[in-house]
T-cell receptor, first 113, second 115 residues
Framework: KAGVTQTPRYLIKTRGQQVTLSCSPISGHRSVSWYQQTPGQGLQFLFEYFSETQRNKGNFPGRFSGRQFSNSRSEMNVSTLELGDSALYLC????????????FGAGTRLSVL | AQSVTQLGSHVSVSEGALVLLRCNYSSSVPPYLFWYVQYPNQGLQLLLKYTTGATLVKGINGFEAEFKKSETSFHLTKPSAHMSDAAEYFCAVSPYGGATNKLIFGTGTLLAVQP
Protein backbone atom coordinates (compact mmCIF):
# COMPACT_ATOMS: atom_id res chain seq x y z
CA LYS A 1 0.00 0.00 0.00
CA ALA A 2 1.42 3.38 -0.96
CA GLY A 3 2.13 5.83 1.86
CA VAL A 4 1.26 9.50 2.11
CA THR A 5 2.64 11.32 -0.91
CA GLN A 6 3.50 14.99 -0.84
CA THR A 7 4.46 17.01 -3.88
CA PRO A 8 6.66 18.75 -4.60
CA ARG A 9 9.42 17.79 -2.18
CA TYR A 10 11.21 21.12 -2.50
CA LEU A 11 10.07 24.59 -3.48
CA ILE A 12 11.79 27.92 -3.74
CA LYS A 13 9.64 31.04 -3.88
CA THR A 14 10.13 34.74 -3.39
CA ARG A 15 8.34 37.05 -0.98
CA GLY A 16 4.87 38.03 -2.09
CA GLN A 17 4.29 34.98 -4.26
CA GLN A 18 1.78 32.28 -3.50
CA VAL A 19 2.31 28.53 -3.36
CA THR A 20 0.17 25.38 -3.46
CA LEU A 21 1.27 22.12 -1.85
CA SER A 22 -0.36 18.78 -2.54
CA CYS A 23 -0.97 15.73 -0.40
CA SER A 24 -2.30 12.33 -1.44
CA PRO A 25 -3.34 10.28 1.59
CA ILE A 26 -3.13 6.55 2.00
CA SER A 27 -5.91 4.85 0.07
CA GLY A 28 -9.05 4.69 2.20
CA HIS A 29 -7.97 7.41 4.62
CA ARG A 30 -10.49 10.23 4.85
CA SER A 31 -8.77 12.52 7.32
CA VAL A 32 -5.89 14.75 6.26
CA SER A 33 -4.03 17.10 8.57
CA TRP A 34 -1.30 19.64 7.81
CA TYR A 35 1.57 20.74 10.04
CA GLN A 36 4.31 23.34 9.77
CA GLN A 37 7.74 22.46 11.14
CA THR A 38 10.36 25.15 11.78
CA PRO A 39 13.48 25.20 13.97
CA GLY A 40 12.07 28.06 16.05
CA GLN A 41 8.43 27.05 16.51
CA GLY A 42 8.67 23.29 16.13
CA LEU A 43 5.70 21.33 14.84
CA GLN A 44 2.51 23.34 14.66
CA PHE A 45 -0.93 22.20 13.57
CA LEU A 46 -2.36 24.06 10.57
CA PHE A 47 -5.69 22.40 9.84
CA GLU A 48 -7.52 19.10 9.51
CA TYR A 49 -9.93 18.01 6.80
CA PHE A 50 -12.37 15.15 6.95
CA SER A 51 -14.70 14.27 4.09
CA GLU A 52 -13.98 17.58 2.34
CA THR A 53 -14.81 19.64 5.45
CA GLN A 54 -12.39 21.56 7.59
CA ARG A 55 -12.90 20.17 11.08
CA ASN A 56 -10.17 21.96 12.98
CA LYS A 57 -7.88 24.91 12.44
CA GLY A 58 -4.67 26.07 14.12
CA ASN A 59 -3.56 29.59 14.93
CA PHE A 60 -2.29 30.69 11.56
CA PRO A 61 -3.19 33.79 9.56
CA GLY A 62 -5.76 33.66 6.81
CA ARG A 63 -2.98 33.54 4.22
CA PHE A 64 -2.87 29.83 4.97
CA SER A 65 -5.77 27.91 3.51
CA GLY A 66 -6.56 24.40 2.43
CA ARG A 67 -9.10 22.18 0.84
CA GLN A 68 -9.88 18.53 0.38
CA PHE A 69 -11.28 16.88 -2.68
CA SER A 70 -13.79 14.06 -2.99
CA ASN A 71 -10.97 11.53 -3.43
CA SER A 72 -9.50 12.75 -0.07
CA ARG A 73 -6.50 14.40 -1.72
CA SER A 74 -5.72 17.71 -0.10
CA GLU A 75 -4.00 20.92 -1.04
CA MET A 76 -2.81 23.78 1.08
CA ASN A 77 -2.18 27.25 -0.23
CA VAL A 78 -0.11 30.06 1.18
CA SER A 79 -0.62 33.49 -0.33
CA THR A 80 1.59 36.55 -0.09
CA LEU A 81 4.57 34.56 1.12
CA GLU A 82 6.76 35.93 3.88
CA LEU A 83 10.31 34.95 4.81
CA GLY A 84 8.95 33.36 7.99
CA ASP A 85 6.89 30.90 5.96
CA SER A 86 10.05 28.99 5.13
CA ALA A 87 9.46 25.60 6.70
CA LEU A 88 8.88 21.90 6.22
CA TYR A 89 5.18 21.34 5.62
CA LEU A 90 3.99 17.90 6.66
CA CYS A 91 0.78 16.18 5.73
CA UNK A 92 -0.68 13.28 7.69
CA UNK A 93 -3.59 10.98 6.98
CA UNK A 94 -5.62 8.62 9.11
CA UNK A 95 -8.58 6.32 8.80
CA UNK A 96 -10.90 8.14 11.18
CA UNK A 97 -10.92 11.39 13.10
CA UNK A 98 -11.06 9.83 16.52
CA UNK A 99 -7.43 9.96 17.44
CA UNK A 100 -6.31 7.06 15.33
CA UNK A 101 -2.77 6.71 14.14
CA UNK A 102 -1.62 9.43 11.77
CA UNK A 103 0.69 8.52 8.93
CA PHE A 104 3.00 11.29 7.78
CA GLY A 105 4.40 12.06 4.38
CA ALA A 106 8.01 13.08 3.81
CA GLY A 107 7.02 16.74 3.63
CA THR A 108 7.50 19.67 1.29
CA ARG A 109 10.39 21.94 2.14
CA LEU A 110 9.50 25.52 1.22
CA SER A 111 12.17 28.19 1.05
CA VAL A 112 11.06 31.80 0.72
CA LEU A 113 13.73 34.21 -0.53
CA ALA B 1 -5.07 24.14 27.06
CA GLN B 2 -3.08 21.06 26.20
CA SER B 3 0.69 21.14 26.08
CA VAL B 4 3.70 18.84 25.99
CA THR B 5 7.09 19.40 27.55
CA GLN B 6 10.11 17.38 26.53
CA LEU B 7 13.01 17.72 28.94
CA GLY B 8 16.35 17.80 27.19
CA SER B 9 16.59 18.98 23.61
CA HIS B 10 19.73 16.88 23.14
CA VAL B 11 20.45 13.48 24.68
CA SER B 12 23.60 11.49 24.06
CA VAL B 13 24.04 7.82 25.00
CA SER B 14 26.56 5.12 24.25
CA GLU B 15 25.64 2.19 22.05
CA GLY B 16 24.12 -0.50 24.27
CA ALA B 17 23.14 1.94 27.02
CA LEU B 18 19.64 2.68 28.25
CA VAL B 19 17.69 5.32 26.35
CA LEU B 20 15.36 7.52 28.41
CA LEU B 21 13.55 10.42 26.76
CA ARG B 22 11.28 12.44 29.01
CA CYS B 23 7.83 13.77 28.22
CA ASN B 24 5.32 15.51 30.47
CA TYR B 25 1.90 16.58 29.29
CA SER B 26 -0.91 18.82 30.35
CA SER B 27 -4.46 17.96 29.37
CA SER B 28 -7.84 18.81 30.81
CA VAL B 29 -9.35 15.64 29.35
CA PRO B 30 -8.08 12.06 29.16
CA PRO B 31 -5.27 12.30 26.66
CA TYR B 32 -4.16 10.19 23.76
CA LEU B 33 -0.34 10.22 23.84
CA PHE B 34 2.10 9.44 21.08
CA TRP B 35 5.81 9.15 20.40
CA TYR B 36 7.05 9.81 16.88
CA VAL B 37 10.55 9.58 15.42
CA GLN B 38 11.95 11.69 12.60
CA TYR B 39 15.05 10.78 10.62
CA PRO B 40 16.82 13.45 8.57
CA ASN B 41 14.88 14.63 5.55
CA GLN B 42 11.95 12.37 6.37
CA GLY B 43 8.50 12.69 7.84
CA LEU B 44 7.39 11.40 11.21
CA GLN B 45 7.04 7.72 11.99
CA LEU B 46 4.87 6.51 14.84
CA LEU B 47 6.77 4.60 17.52
CA LEU B 48 3.88 3.94 19.90
CA LYS B 49 0.66 5.35 21.25
CA TYR B 50 -1.41 5.28 24.43
CA THR B 51 -5.17 5.64 24.32
CA THR B 52 -6.75 3.64 27.12
CA GLY B 53 -6.08 0.40 28.94
CA ALA B 54 -2.63 -0.90 29.77
CA THR B 55 -0.35 1.90 30.88
CA LEU B 56 2.84 0.24 29.62
CA VAL B 57 2.87 0.52 25.87
CA LYS B 58 5.26 -1.33 23.60
CA GLY B 59 6.20 0.07 20.23
CA ILE B 60 8.42 -0.65 17.30
CA ASN B 61 12.21 -1.09 17.37
CA GLY B 62 12.23 -2.12 21.03
CA PHE B 63 10.85 1.13 22.43
CA GLU B 64 8.25 1.33 25.17
CA ALA B 65 6.59 4.04 27.23
CA GLU B 66 4.64 4.13 30.44
CA PHE B 67 1.65 6.38 31.03
CA LYS B 68 1.71 7.74 34.58
CA LYS B 69 -1.37 9.83 35.24
CA SER B 70 -0.25 10.91 38.71
CA GLU B 71 2.98 12.31 37.27
CA THR B 72 1.42 13.44 33.94
CA SER B 73 4.33 11.72 32.24
CA PHE B 74 4.85 9.48 29.23
CA HIS B 75 8.58 8.79 29.13
CA LEU B 76 10.09 6.77 26.28
CA THR B 77 12.64 4.06 27.02
CA LYS B 78 14.72 1.47 25.24
CA PRO B 79 16.95 -0.95 27.17
CA SER B 80 19.84 -0.93 24.71
CA ALA B 81 20.58 1.85 22.23
CA HIS B 82 21.60 1.08 18.69
CA MET B 83 23.38 3.37 16.26
CA SER B 84 20.28 3.38 14.06
CA ASP B 85 18.27 4.97 16.90
CA ALA B 86 19.99 8.32 16.30
CA ALA B 87 17.15 10.62 15.27
CA GLU B 88 14.81 13.26 16.63
CA TYR B 89 11.97 12.11 18.85
CA PHE B 90 8.70 13.92 19.40
CA CYS B 91 6.11 13.39 22.09
CA ALA B 92 2.56 14.46 21.19
CA VAL B 93 -0.84 14.71 22.81
CA SER B 94 -4.21 14.58 21.15
CA PRO B 95 -6.72 16.74 22.95
CA TYR B 96 -10.44 16.27 23.35
CA GLY B 97 -9.99 12.69 24.36
CA GLY B 98 -9.17 11.70 20.82
CA ALA B 99 -12.16 13.35 19.17
CA THR B 100 -9.90 15.03 16.66
CA ASN B 101 -6.70 14.16 14.84
CA LYS B 102 -5.08 17.43 15.90
CA LEU B 103 -1.75 16.67 17.57
CA ILE B 104 0.14 19.01 19.89
CA PHE B 105 3.83 18.25 19.77
CA GLY B 106 6.67 18.80 22.15
CA THR B 107 9.79 20.58 20.97
CA GLY B 108 11.62 17.34 20.27
CA THR B 109 14.68 15.56 21.63
CA LEU B 110 17.64 14.88 19.39
CA LEU B 111 19.15 11.54 20.33
CA ALA B 112 22.80 10.91 19.54
CA VAL B 113 24.26 7.41 19.92
CA GLN B 114 27.99 7.18 20.44
CA PRO B 115 29.92 4.07 19.37
Amino acid sequence: KAGVTQTPRYLIKTRGQQVTLSCSPISGHRSVSWYQQTPGQGLQFLFEYFSETQRNKGNFPGRFSGRQFSNSRSEMNVSTLELGDSALYLCASSLERDGNIQYFGAGTRLSVL
Amino acid sequence: AQSVTQLGSHVSVSEGALVLLRCNYSSSVPPYLFWYVQYPNQGLQLLLKYTTGATLVKGINGFEAEFKKSETSFHLTKPSAHMSDAAEYFCAVSPYGGATNKLIFGTGTLLAVQP
